[in-house]
Nanobody, 116 residues
Framework: QVHLVESGGGSVQSGGSLTLSCKASGTIFNIHNMGWYRQAPEKEREWVGSISNTGNDVNSAPSLKGRFTVSRNNSKNTAYLQMNSLTPEDTAVYYC?????????WGQGTLVTVSS
């Protein structure tokens, strides 16, 4: 059974940076594309970025204006989300996601709080 665990969340001041990790288990990690999403209080979950299984294709939401970067290390079964120039509007629970036979598998999420 595929299991995803996010880590690296916490509190940071506006303008700061954080790197989130998503550790996968129960699968051959390098066959999976990975995605990052976030959900702010009282808002819908939104897509942040994604990376192909090889790491060759990386995309992020245009609204983030290049502040966030997705990467992965297949030897460590881990995907990353590097977040720079954080603002209070980035406060949210961040989730990683992959698909197994078409079904979305989510991690439990990690909370990022940005203070002004």
């Amino acid at each position: 059974q595929v299991h995803l665990v996010e880590s690296g969340g916490g509190s940071v001041q506006s303008g700061g940076s954080l790197t989130l990790s998503c550790k996968a288990s129960g699968t051959i990690f390098n066959i999976h594309n990975m995605g990052w999403y976030r959900q702010a209080p009282e808002k819908e979950r939104e897509w942040v970025g994604s990376i192909s299984n090889t790491g060759n294709d990386v995309n992020s939401a245009p609204s983030l204006k290049g502040r966030f970067t997705v990467s992965r290390n297949n030897s460590k079964n881990t995907a990353y989300l590097q977040m720079n120039s954080l603002t209070p509007e980035d406060t949210a629970v961040y989730y990683c996601m992959t698909r197994v036979r078409g079904e979305r598998i989510w991690g439990q999420g990690t909370l990022v709080t940005v203070s002004s």
